[in-house]
């Protein structure tokens, strides 16, 4: 029977390359993302059964309702890819708005809770299933003029530290530090410097690999592909 993935930020970047990969490898996939014209783009890559879904991961509705509608349609989740991100705009604490601020944290790290409360109930009662919530380098170390960012990664190291302790058994939870890749996230804090790092498409290929070998002894481990 065919695996499920479910990808919160599949309409580009690493969030799209994985979806492309995991179908090529014969994985269902579910994806969510905000897009909607890059998401219809997305369905004509994906070979196998796919669900994505036009979803805000910082509003708890829609990520309720589009767990309810991937599980009804798909199944419930073997990996659960929590991927959606954004980057503040290059700048010091003191000049980050409120606002900003705020976005960052509510989609990073809020996001990631909305995604886990709407699919964890559903994969502890299958008793298998793997969840994904990615980090960076700077979930461990800090930079100058991405500290909101770098808030929000430290967070998900916090939030997948608590939530291995909490996680039914059979589950797992990890941190994914994915490394440095090209993308538009990349290219707004990097500039033109983005341009040597690997592409989404060789990186998806590596991470497959890596998440498709995950299980209940990574609990709790933040991984590199
Ligand atoms: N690229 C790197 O070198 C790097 C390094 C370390 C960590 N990461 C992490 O890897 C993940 C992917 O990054 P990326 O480089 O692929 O970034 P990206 O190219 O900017 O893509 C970000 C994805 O997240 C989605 N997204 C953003 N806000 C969303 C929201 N509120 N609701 C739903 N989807 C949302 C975007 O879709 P829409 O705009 O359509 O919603 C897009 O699909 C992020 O968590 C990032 O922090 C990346």
């Known amino acids: ?79 659960l890819v929590n991927n959606a991100g954004i980057i503040n705009g290059n700048a010091k604490i003191v000049d980050v708005s409120p606002e900003e601020f705020s976005q960052v944290l509510s989609t990073n790290l809020g996001g990631i809770h909305n995604m886990i409360r709407s699919f964890l109930p559903a994969m502890g009662g299958n008793g298998k299933g793997v969840i994904v919530n990615f980090s960076s380098y700077w979930g461990k170390s800090a930079a100058p003029e991405v500290g909101p960012y770098c808030a929000s990664k430290w967070g998900v190291e916090g939030l997948t530290q608590s939530l291995a302790q909490e996680i039914p058994p059979g589950l797992s939870a990890v941190a994914l530090n994915p490394g440095i890749i090209n993308t538009d996230m990349l290219r707004s804090c990097f500039g033109e410097q983005a341009a040597s790092y690997e592409t989404p498409d060789t990186w998806a290929v590596k991470a497959a690999d890596c998440l498709i070998g995950l299980g209940p002894s990574d609990n709790g481990e933040t991984i590199i592909p």
């Open 1 to 79: 029977m065919n695996k499920l993935v479910c990808i919160s930020g599949c309409s580009r970047g690493l969030g799209r390359a994985l979806a492309v990969e995991f179908s090529v490898r014969g994985w269902h996939v579910a994806g969510a993302a905000r897009n909607s014209e890059a998401l219809d783009q997305l369905k004509q890559f994906l070979a196998t059964d796919h669900y994505l879904q036009t979803v805000d991961v910082t509003n708890p509705a829609q990520v309720d309702t589009f767990s309810s509608e991937v599980i009804d349609k798909l199944g419930c989740p073997d990996l």
